[in-house]
Protein backbone atom coordinates (compact mmCIF):
# COMPACT_ATOMS: atom_id res chain seq x y z
CA UNK A 1 0.00 0.00 0.00
CA UNK A 2 1.44 3.33 -0.92
CA UNK A 3 0.27 6.59 0.42
CA UNK A 4 -0.01 8.45 -2.49
CA UNK A 5 -2.61 5.74 -3.96
CA UNK A 6 -4.39 6.19 -0.62
CA UNK A 7 -4.45 9.73 -0.85
CA UNK A 8 -5.69 9.80 -4.39
CA UNK A 9 -8.70 7.60 -3.65
CA UNK A 10 -9.52 9.25 -0.47
CA UNK A 11 -10.02 12.60 -2.31
CA UNK A 12 -12.09 11.09 -4.68
CA UNK A 13 -14.94 9.61 -2.88
CA UNK A 14 -17.51 12.08 -1.28
CA UNK A 15 -16.59 14.39 1.81
CA UNK A 16 -19.65 12.31 3.01
CA UNK A 17 -17.69 9.00 2.85
CA UNK A 18 -13.90 10.58 3.21
CA UNK A 19 -14.00 9.37 7.04
CA UNK A 20 -15.31 5.80 6.45
CA UNK A 21 -12.81 5.30 3.98
CA UNK A 22 -9.65 6.55 5.51
CA UNK A 23 -10.76 4.27 8.83
CA UNK A 24 -11.16 1.51 6.14
CA UNK A 25 -7.30 2.51 5.11
CA UNK A 26 -5.78 2.73 8.15
CA UNK A 27 -6.85 -0.75 9.01
CA UNK A 28 -5.57 -2.19 6.23
CA UNK A 29 -2.38 -0.35 6.80
CA UNK A 30 -2.23 -2.09 10.68
CA UNK A 31 -3.47 -4.96 9.27
CA UNK A 32 -0.32 -5.15 7.09
CA UNK A 33 1.78 -4.27 10.23
CA UNK A 34 2.85 -0.71 9.31
CA UNK A 35 1.88 1.59 11.85
CA UNK A 36 3.85 5.03 10.50
CA UNK A 37 1.49 4.32 7.60
CA UNK A 38 -1.46 3.86 9.54
CA UNK A 39 -0.63 7.31 11.56
CA UNK A 40 0.15 9.64 7.69
CA UNK A 41 -3.41 8.16 6.34
CA UNK A 42 -5.27 8.96 9.53
CA UNK A 43 -3.99 12.19 10.11
CA UNK A 44 -5.06 13.21 6.30
CA UNK A 45 -7.92 15.98 6.69
CA UNK A 46 -11.06 15.85 5.38
CA UNK A 47 -11.66 18.25 2.53
CA UNK A 48 -14.20 20.80 2.34
CA UNK A 49 -17.07 20.86 0.02
CA UNK A 50 -15.35 23.20 -2.18
CA UNK A 51 -12.24 21.54 -2.15
CA UNK A 52 -13.74 18.09 -3.28
CA UNK A 53 -15.51 20.14 -5.67
CA UNK A 54 -11.97 21.51 -7.41
CA UNK A 55 -10.30 17.79 -6.75
CA UNK A 56 -13.92 16.11 -8.66
CA UNK A 57 -13.39 19.31 -11.59
CA UNK A 58 -9.50 18.04 -11.88
CA UNK A 59 -10.46 14.55 -12.46
CA UNK A 60 -12.84 15.10 -14.99
CA UNK A 61 -11.78 17.80 -16.81
CA UNK A 62 -8.00 17.80 -16.24
CA UNK A 63 -6.99 19.23 -19.78
CA UNK A 64 -9.37 22.24 -19.20
CA UNK A 65 -7.57 23.09 -15.83
CA UNK A 66 -3.96 22.73 -17.58
CA UNK A 67 -5.16 25.06 -20.18
CA UNK A 68 -6.35 27.28 -17.57
CA UNK A 69 -2.93 27.16 -15.39
CA UNK A 70 -1.28 27.51 -18.99
CA UNK A 71 -2.86 30.96 -19.55
CA UNK A 72 -2.66 32.29 -15.81
CA UNK A 73 1.51 32.00 -17.04
CA UNK A 74 1.05 33.53 -20.50
CA UNK A 75 -0.98 36.09 -18.95
CA UNK A 76 1.74 36.96 -16.51
CA UNK A 77 4.39 37.11 -18.77
CA UNK A 78 2.57 39.17 -20.87
CA UNK A 79 1.41 41.53 -18.77
CA UNK A 80 4.39 44.22 -18.87
CA UNK A 81 3.73 44.36 -22.29
CA UNK A 82 0.07 45.02 -22.67
CA UNK A 83 -1.61 48.10 -23.00
CA UNK A 84 -4.28 49.11 -20.93
CA UNK A 85 -7.22 48.35 -23.02
CA UNK A 86 -5.71 44.87 -24.16
CA UNK A 87 -5.20 43.93 -20.76
CA UNK A 88 -8.81 44.70 -19.51
CA UNK A 89 -9.93 42.72 -22.20
CA UNK A 90 -7.98 39.47 -21.39
CA UNK A 91 -9.02 39.78 -17.85
CA UNK A 92 -12.71 40.31 -19.49
CA UNK A 93 -11.84 36.95 -21.13
CA UNK A 94 -10.42 35.41 -18.31
CA UNK A 95 -13.51 35.79 -16.15
CA UNK A 96 -15.27 34.50 -18.32
CA UNK A 97 -13.28 31.33 -18.34
CA UNK A 98 -13.20 31.32 -14.67
CA UNK A 99 -16.71 31.82 -14.60
CA UNK A 100 -17.22 28.50 -17.00
CA UNK A 101 -15.14 26.00 -15.24
CA UNK A 102 -16.85 26.79 -11.27
CA UNK A 103 -20.67 26.34 -13.67
CA UNK A 104 -18.79 22.92 -15.19
CA UNK A 105 -17.33 22.28 -11.52
CA UNK A 106 -20.92 22.61 -10.49
CA UNK A 107 -22.52 20.78 -12.74
CA UNK A 108 -20.66 17.85 -12.09
CA UNK A 109 -20.56 17.74 -8.39
CA UNK A 110 -24.42 18.24 -8.93
CA UNK A 111 -24.24 14.87 -11.00
CA UNK A 112 -22.48 13.59 -8.08
CA UNK A 113 -25.57 14.39 -5.99
CA UNK A 114 -24.17 17.25 -4.41
CA UNK A 115 -26.07 20.66 -5.42
CA UNK A 116 -23.63 23.42 -4.92
CA UNK A 117 -24.79 26.66 -2.95
CA UNK A 118 -23.54 30.43 -3.90
CA UNK A 119 -20.59 30.48 -1.28
CA UNK A 120 -19.18 26.72 -2.10
CA UNK A 121 -18.99 28.37 -6.16
CA UNK A 122 -17.69 31.17 -5.02
CA UNK A 123 -14.84 29.08 -3.27
CA UNK A 124 -14.34 27.20 -6.12
CA UNK A 125 -13.97 30.01 -8.54
CA UNK A 126 -11.16 31.93 -5.97
CA UNK A 127 -9.46 28.78 -5.93
CA UNK A 128 -9.02 28.34 -10.15
CA UNK A 129 -8.25 31.72 -9.86
CA UNK A 130 -5.45 31.42 -7.38
CA UNK A 131 -4.30 28.02 -9.55
CA UNK A 132 -4.19 30.59 -12.80
CA UNK A 133 -2.46 33.57 -10.87
CA UNK A 134 0.36 31.30 -8.61
CA UNK A 135 2.56 28.57 -9.95
CA UNK A 136 2.63 26.64 -6.72
CA UNK A 137 -1.01 26.91 -6.43
CA UNK A 138 -1.64 25.78 -10.07
CA UNK A 139 0.28 22.36 -8.93
CA UNK A 140 -1.80 21.79 -5.52
CA UNK A 141 -4.90 21.99 -7.75
CA UNK A 142 -3.77 19.81 -10.47
CA UNK A 143 -2.25 17.11 -7.59
CA UNK A 144 -6.30 17.19 -7.14
CA UNK A 145 -6.09 16.19 -3.53
CA UNK A 146 -6.82 19.95 -2.21
CA UNK A 147 -8.34 19.96 1.18
CA UNK A 148 -9.81 23.65 1.76
CA UNK A 149 -10.20 26.32 -0.70
CA UNK A 150 -7.29 28.77 -1.98
CA UNK A 151 -7.56 32.11 -2.51
CA UNK A 152 -5.02 34.76 -4.22
CA UNK A 153 -4.64 38.24 -3.05
CA UNK A 154 -2.10 39.52 -5.31
CA UNK A 155 0.42 40.54 -2.55
CA UNK A 156 3.02 39.53 -1.06
CA UNK A 157 7.06 40.15 -1.48
CA UNK A 158 10.20 38.43 -0.85
CA UNK A 159 11.65 37.19 2.37
CA UNK A 160 14.51 35.87 3.83
CA UNK A 161 17.02 37.52 1.46
CA UNK A 162 20.95 37.78 3.04
CA UNK A 163 22.12 40.78 3.69
CA UNK A 164 24.94 42.37 1.82
CA UNK A 165 28.20 42.09 3.89
CA UNK A 166 31.07 44.56 3.60
CA UNK A 167 34.42 43.75 3.71
CA UNK A 168 36.81 44.98 6.09
CA UNK A 169 40.12 45.35 5.33
CA UNK A 170 42.66 45.09 7.95
CA UNK A 171 44.71 48.21 8.84
CA UNK A 172 48.10 48.40 8.30
CA UNK A 173 50.82 47.88 11.18
CA UNK A 174 51.94 50.83 13.04
CA UNK A 175 55.93 51.13 12.30
CA UNK A 176 57.68 50.70 14.75
CA UNK A 177 59.29 53.66 17.04
CA UNK A 178 63.15 53.61 17.31
CA UNK A 179 64.95 53.83 19.98
CA UNK A 180 67.99 56.71 20.80
CA UNK A 181 70.69 56.29 22.83
CA UNK A 182 69.92 60.29 24.42
CA UNK A 183 68.49 63.37 23.53
CA UNK A 184 71.44 64.91 22.63
CA UNK A 185 72.42 61.93 20.12
CA UNK A 186 72.12 64.11 16.81
CA UNK A 187 72.58 60.84 14.46
CA UNK A 188 69.99 58.89 16.43
CA UNK A 189 67.59 61.98 16.26
CA UNK A 190 68.31 61.69 12.73
CA UNK A 191 67.93 58.48 12.07
CA UNK A 192 64.58 57.98 13.90
CA UNK A 193 63.57 61.03 11.62
CA UNK A 194 64.80 59.28 7.90
CA UNK A 195 63.03 56.06 9.73
CA UNK A 196 59.94 57.88 10.14
CA UNK A 197 59.84 59.03 6.97
CA UNK A 198 60.75 55.98 5.25
CA UNK A 199 57.43 54.55 7.38
CA UNK A 200 55.34 57.12 6.38
CA UNK A 201 56.57 56.66 2.63
CA UNK A 202 56.25 53.35 2.69
CA UNK A 203 52.56 53.16 4.15
CA UNK A 204 51.81 55.72 1.66
CA UNK A 205 52.66 53.17 -1.24
CA UNK A 206 51.06 50.56 0.54
CA UNK A 207 47.99 52.61 0.58
CA UNK A 208 48.39 53.99 -2.99
CA UNK A 209 48.68 50.40 -3.68
CA UNK A 210 45.16 49.75 -1.85
CA UNK A 211 43.72 52.53 -3.74
CA UNK A 212 44.38 51.18 -7.44
CA UNK A 213 43.39 48.07 -6.47
CA UNK A 214 40.46 49.13 -5.27
CA UNK A 215 40.41 51.15 -8.42
CA UNK A 216 41.00 48.45 -10.59
CA UNK A 217 38.30 46.29 -9.27
CA UNK A 218 35.44 48.86 -9.48
CA UNK A 219 36.23 49.22 -12.77
CA UNK A 220 36.15 45.44 -13.53
CA UNK A 221 32.70 45.40 -11.80
CA UNK A 222 31.39 48.39 -13.91
CA UNK A 223 32.86 46.83 -16.83
CA UNK A 224 31.33 43.92 -15.99
CA UNK A 225 27.96 45.78 -14.38
CA UNK A 226 27.68 47.55 -18.27
CA UNK A 227 28.04 44.15 -20.39
CA UNK A 228 25.89 42.58 -17.96
CA UNK A 229 23.19 45.43 -18.43
CA UNK A 230 23.72 45.88 -22.34
CA UNK A 231 23.04 41.87 -22.52
CA UNK A 232 19.64 42.63 -20.38
CA UNK A 233 18.84 45.30 -22.72
CA UNK A 234 19.20 43.55 -25.74
CA UNK A 235 17.24 40.59 -23.98
CA UNK A 236 14.23 42.73 -22.88
CA UNK A 237 14.39 43.64 -26.54
CA UNK A 238 13.98 40.43 -27.93
CA UNK A 239 11.44 39.61 -25.11
CA UNK A 240 9.39 42.52 -26.31
CA UNK A 241 9.20 41.18 -29.93
CA UNK A 242 8.55 37.63 -28.23
CA UNK A 243 5.78 39.20 -26.09
CA UNK A 244 4.34 40.48 -29.30
CA UNK A 245 3.93 37.14 -31.10
CA UNK A 246 2.87 35.57 -27.60
CA UNK A 247 0.03 38.24 -27.39
CA UNK A 248 -1.82 37.08 -30.17
CA UNK A 249 -1.41 33.43 -29.13
CA UNK A 250 -3.01 33.87 -26.18
CA UNK A 251 -5.96 36.08 -27.53
CA UNK A 252 -6.64 33.15 -29.80
CA UNK A 253 -5.77 30.46 -26.90
CA UNK A 254 -8.35 32.27 -24.49
CA UNK A 255 -10.85 31.85 -27.59
CA UNK A 256 -10.66 28.22 -28.09
CA UNK A 257 -10.71 27.52 -24.47
CA UNK A 258 -13.78 29.72 -24.05
CA UNK A 259 -15.23 28.07 -27.40
CA UNK A 260 -14.26 24.35 -26.16
CA UNK A 261 -16.01 25.43 -22.81
CA UNK A 262 -19.00 26.51 -24.42
CA UNK A 263 -19.39 23.12 -25.98
CA UNK A 264 -19.01 21.51 -22.92
CA UNK A 265 -20.92 23.08 -21.19
CA UNK A 266 -24.24 22.69 -24.07
CA UNK A 267 -23.07 19.06 -24.72
CA UNK A 268 -23.81 18.50 -20.48
CA UNK A 269 -27.27 19.96 -20.70
CA UNK A 270 -28.15 17.66 -23.42
CA UNK A 271 -27.03 15.25 -21.64
CA UNK A 272 -28.65 15.80 -18.66
CA UNK A 273 -31.97 16.09 -20.99
CA UNK A 274 -32.02 13.01 -21.77
CA UNK A 275 -31.17 11.34 -18.89
CA UNK A 276 -33.98 13.02 -16.90
CA UNK A 277 -35.78 11.53 -20.26
CA UNK A 278 -34.43 8.49 -19.71
CA UNK A 279 -35.17 8.42 -15.94
CA UNK A 280 -38.93 9.33 -16.79
CA UNK A 281 -39.15 6.06 -19.53
CA UNK A 282 -37.36 3.67 -17.04
CA UNK A 283 -40.56 4.44 -14.27
CA UNK A 284 -43.18 4.34 -16.86
CA UNK A 285 -41.37 0.86 -18.32
CA UNK A 286 -41.16 -0.42 -14.66
CA UNK A 287 -45.10 0.74 -13.75
CA UNK A 288 -45.99 -1.19 -16.55
CA UNK A 289 -44.32 -4.30 -16.11
CA UNK A 290 -45.48 -4.14 -12.53
CA UNK A 291 -49.07 -3.98 -13.87
CA UNK A 292 -48.54 -6.11 -16.13
CA UNK A 293 -46.87 -8.83 -13.87
CA UNK A 294 -49.98 -8.27 -11.36
CA UNK A 295 -52.55 -9.08 -14.01
CA UNK A 296 -50.48 -12.37 -14.93
CA UNK A 297 -50.66 -13.37 -11.45
CA UNK A 298 -54.72 -12.15 -11.30
CA UNK A 299 -55.49 -14.63 -14.43
CA UNK A 300 -52.95 -17.61 -13.04
CA UNK A 301 -54.86 -17.44 -10.13
CA UNK A 302 -58.41 -17.54 -11.96
CA UNK A 303 -57.29 -20.27 -14.17
CA UNK A 304 -56.69 -22.36 -11.00
CA UNK A 305 -59.72 -21.80 -9.35
CA UNK A 306 -61.80 -22.77 -12.44
CA UNK A 307 -59.82 -25.94 -12.69
CA UNK A 308 -59.84 -27.05 -9.06
CA UNK A 309 -63.47 -26.03 -9.18
Known sequence: MELDDVA??????????????RSARVDDARADGDRALARTIGSLPKPSTAAWVVNLLVRSHREEIEGLIELGGL??????SLAGDELRALNTQRGKLLAALT??????AREQGHPVSTAVANQVEDTLRAAMADPEAGEAVLAGRLTSPLSYSGMGGVTGMRPQLRVVRE??????RRRTAGDGDRRAREQERRDREEAARREAEERHRREVAEAREELAAAESLAEETAARAAEERDRAGELDE????LRA????????LARAEEEATEV?????????????AERQARDAAAARDRA???LHGLEDG
Open 8 to 21: DELYAVPPEEFVAA
Open 75 to 80: LREAQE
Open 103 to 108: RQAAAG
Open 171 to 176: PAPAPA
Open 246 to 249: RHEE
Open 253 to 260: RVEELTAE
Open 272 to 284: AAELRRAERHRTT
Open 300 to 302: EAR
